[in-house]
Structure formats: structure tokens, C-alpha cells
T-cell receptor, first 113, second 115 residues
């Protein structure tokens, strides 16, 4: 079953606006990561937030994590047309030696110039 | 430092043929992961390998699929007797360590089309 569930499924905004994407998950995690995928391309790692962290920043990105609600949000400020892509959250289980990523279905972000 | 390389980028096979997908991890990375992405879906974990060892293959179909990561050379994902449902993008990722805090670096993917 899907661990991460992002919402909305699709988001369309004007360049310069902020984009907020949410992710919910079901089981406990060690960390949560956000990735971007441009159409037909591989995934690019954006940011990782650990289970004992509540907020992280990286450039125009801000990620929050609420482990009590099992949810995370990704905020992209001052969006650009180049931010148009699919965004995925992925979780890593705290148990076991393997560190596989469990992905949600993704959010399609369109930024209109 | 070259990124994760996958080849071929596109692969077309007829039903019943074999598909071999190759992945060369980033230099210095000894951990490789394979994921499959169906259209309009997220990535689904298939298998996690270290050099010469399969660590976790819980996401791999029990039949027709196999993976290896030999001491020398790339990791190979092999699909025997392909069916139309195998059509997907297959992504490889690598990391320097298998610890839970790792970032995984993804290759560009191999898009498999089964006719």
C-alpha cells in the first residue's frame, strides 16, 4: 500500500506565487524526503527532514514535518516557470537495515509564466 | 564525478523476450536500489543490493524478475518473458552508505515498452 499520499494531486499557480504541497503517511518513519521529477526524467533530491526535526529550509524551499499528524508540507516560495514538475514525498522506515524509499503518487505542479 | 548512469534509456521488446537493464552507480557508491514507475504513479521499490549481495528484494515480483550487482561491472535488472504489464520506467538509485539517513541519487531511468 502507498505510504505517502500527496495532496493536491495537481496544482496550477502563477509565477511569483507560493506553492504548498502536502504529504501524509501511515506508519512511523526515520526521515521523509521530497523529490522533483521533470517530465520524462529521473528524480532530483530536494530536501530531507529527519523524524526529530520540525522544519528545514533550503533556498526557496521550506519543509515541515508533524509526526503527531504523520504529515509534511513542502513550500516553494516565489515560484518560477522552471519549477513546473512533479513532486514526490518519500519516507524511510526506522526499522531494519534497509533504507528503501516509499513514494507517494506525486503532485503535478504547473507554474504559469 | 559522473552521476548514476542507466542504459539503455529506451528499450522496446516484444512479449516473451528478455529485457536487461543496466545501472552504473556513482563512483564510490556501493548500494544500489531499483524502482519501477508506472504511468501517472509514484515509484515503487523493487530491490536493494550491495556488491554481490541482495539485501532486500521484497518489492520484486517472484517470477521472471532478477537482479544482480556483481563485484565488477554494473547492476543488472533482468526481466524474462516480458509481458505488456512490464511496460514502465525503471529507475536505479545509488548511495554511498545503506544507512537510513542517506540521500539516494537517481539515474535518468530506462523506459521499457513491451509490444
Amino acid at each position: 500500500s502507498q505510504q505517502g499520499e500527496e495532496d493536491p494531486q495537481a496544482l496550477s499557480i502563477q509565477e511569483g506565487e507560493n506553492a504548498t504541497m502536502n504529504c501524509s503517511y501511515k506508519t512511523s518513519i526515520n526521515n521523509l524526503q521530497w523529490y522533483r521529477q521533470n517530465s520524462g526524467r529521473g528524480l532530483v533530491h530536494l530536501i530531507l527532514i529527519r523524524s526529530n526535526e520540525r522544519e528545514k529550509h533550503s533556498g526557496r524551499l521550506r519543509v515541515t514535518l508533524d509526526t503527531s499528524k504523520k504529515s509534511s508540507s513542502l513550500l516553494i516560495t516565489a515560484s518560477r516557470a522552471a519549477d513546473t514538475a512533479s513532486y514526490f514525498c518519500a519516507t524511510v522506515s526506522p526499522t531494519g537495515a534497509n533504507s528503501k524509499l516509499t513514494f507517494g503518487k506525486g503532485i503535478t505542479l504547473s507554474v504559469r509564466p | 564525478n559522473a552521476g548514476v548512469m542507466q542504459n539503455p534509456r529506451h528499450l522496446v521488446r516484444r512479449r516473451g523476450q528478455e529485457a536487461r537493464l543496466r545501472c552504473s552507480p556513482m563512483k564510490g557508491h556501493s548500494h544500489v536500489y531499483w524502482y519501477r514507475q508506472l504511468p501517472e504513479e509514484g515509484l515503487k521499490f523493487m530491490v536493494y543490493l550491495q556488491k554481490e549481495n541482495i539485501i532486500d528484494e521484497s518489492g520484486m515480483p517472484k517470477e521472471r524478475f532478477s537482479a544482480e550487482f556483481p563485484k565488477e561491472g554494473p547492476s543488472i535488472l533482468r526481466i524474462q518473458q516480458v509481458v505488456r504489464g512490464d511496460s514502465a520506467a525503471y529507475f536505479c538509485a545509488s548511495s554511498p552508505l545503506g544507512l537510513v539517513y542517506n540521500e539516494q541519487f537517481f539515474g535518468p531511468g530506462t523506459r521499457l515498452t513491451v509490444l
